[in-house]
């Protein structure tokens, strides 16, 4: 990765240790570099759309489509980058495209593990190519933009990509609770739905469009290779402790950006620790937490109350 902000100030400052950092004036003292403040606001913008997006992908299980948009979001990227383009470009079109492509190969805008497998097998020797065209041509102008797309690079970004990341995050979450009563009724039974005149495959489509986007966004945050914790431990940990959906989806949302907000603290207070490492790890642990709670396990089902 990229070298972490906070360390080049501790070799700056003489070798200080992390108090010097994340002490002094206590943590507000972070909110005073600019660094910090562009990653906890698209952060938390972003964990709030990964919260509520990861609830449905859950409930839906889908989470193998999280996974492949993972994958997705590596090779738009590289192949945005090899052809000199913003990487954000290729994040968004290509997590987006294969997510339309899934859901249209699918049943009703669901699709299935084999569809899924089957775009995953492609997907990923697409990405072995223009891995191979981004290194040999273009690498040397950006060395480190392709490990960042892998393990995120949220406390790099500028104050620009920060107010994008956060409006767009925004955008997803506003659209998924516009559509979340009948995303909702059509998850847990979809028969019922349909026959109630809910546009399940329109929902279908429409939801799928939106994990593409979030997790778009969310390779800015944890890269490529770990979005999925992000979408998967908050809403996992969520329906291990309540079975009712809508508090699961706000519980869901407030443990994604309490993970964000840890991982942050984490990395500023051990400028070592790569944020995308430190959010995981808080995302990982409280997920643990819920089996010493002996909270409630993943098969059981969901009940409809609203």
């Not at 950092?21 to 709030?48: D, E, R």
């Not at 999280?66 to 945005?80: I, K, M, Q």
């Not at 990982?284 to 059981?300: S, W």
């Amino acid at each position: 990765m990229t070298g972490h902000p906070a360390a080049a100030l501790l070799a700056v400052g003489g070798g200080h240790d992390w108090l010097a950092v994340g002490g002094g004036h206590g943590w507000l003292a972070a909110f005073t570099h600019p660094y910090f403040l562009h990653a906890f606001l698209a952060g938390s913008a972003i964990a709030l759309a990964a919260g509520l997006t990861g609830y449905f992908l859950v409930l839906r299980a889908q989470v193998f489509t999280g996974d492949a948009l993972s994958h997705v979001a590596f090779t738009g990227a590289l192949a945005a980058l090899a052809g000199g383009y913003d990487l954000r470009l290729g994040l968004f079109a290509g997590t987006v495209a294969v997510a339309l492509l899934i859901g249209t190969i699918g049943r009703k805008g669901r699709a299935d593990d084999v569809v899924i497998g089957s775009v995953f097998a492609w997907i990923l020797g697409l990405g072995a190519f223009f891995l191979t065209l981004y290194t040999a041509s273009r690498s040397a102008a950006n060395g480190g933009a392709g490990v960042n797309v892998l393990f995120g690079s949220i406390f790099g970004l500028s104050a620009g990509q920060a107010r994008t990341a956060a409006l767009i995050a925004a955008g997803i979450c506003v659209a998924l609770l516009a559509i979340a009563r009948p995303l909702l009724f059509a998850s847990l039974d979809e028969a019922v739905a349909a026959a109630r005149g809910v546009p399940v495959r329109m929902l279908g489509f429409g939801f799928l469009v939106l994990v593409g986007a979030c997790a778009a966004e969310a390779t800015q945050a944890v890269g490529a290779l770990l979005l999925l914790g992000l979408l998967a431990a908050p809403a996992g940990a969520a329906m291990r402790l309540t079975d009712r959906p809508m508090r699961g989806l706000a519980l869901s949302a407030g443990l994604g950006l309490g993970e964000m907000w840890a991982g942050l603290a984490l990395s500023y207070a051990v400028p070592t620790l790569p944020p995308s490492f430190g959010i995981m790890a808080a995302a990982t642990l409280v997920y643990a937490l819920t089996f010493l709670k002996g909270a409630r396990g993943r098969g059981r089902s969901v009940q409809p109350a609203l």
